[in-house]
């Protein structure tokens, strides 16, 4: 249950990223106040995921869940770059996260 906490939590924190462009340095209500509930929802998802999992592997896989998540929605929201070599990086951080959760008994 623990990595399926994290897993949303991964998926708040990309909310809350992405969030970030669309308010516009806060200058936009709503987008605003989605970031703030999606902030506040990844944080209490990633609390209790650790209350059962090491805070090192829970962190690594939280953020690279956001890493992941807010660098692939760039390129297709925000029109930013899809090189061959950030999507090659960007797979590095999913073998990672990967590798977290096989050798943590996920």
């Not at 998926?11 to 806060?26: H, K, N, P, R, V």
């Not at 703030?36 to 690279?64: C, F, H, K, N, Q």
């Not at 797979?91 to 590798?99: K, M, Q, R, Y």
């Amino acid at each position: 249950m623990s990595w399926y906490l994290l897993l949303l939590a991964g998926l708040f924190e990309i909310g809350w990223a992405i969030g970030l462009e669309y308010s516009e340095g806060f200058s936009k209500p709503v987008p605003t106040l989605a970031t703030g509930i999606a902030i506040v929802a990844s944080m209490v998802l990633l609390a209790r995921a650790v209350e059962d999992l090491p805070i090192g592997t829970a962190y690594a896989v939280w953020t690279g869940i956001g890493a992941v998540g807010t660098a692939s929605l760039g390129v297709v929201l925000f029109d930013e770059p899809a090189s061959l070599l950030r999507v090659a990086f960007i797979g590095l951080i999913v073998v990672g996260i990967t590798g977290l959760h096989v050798v943590s008994g996920g």
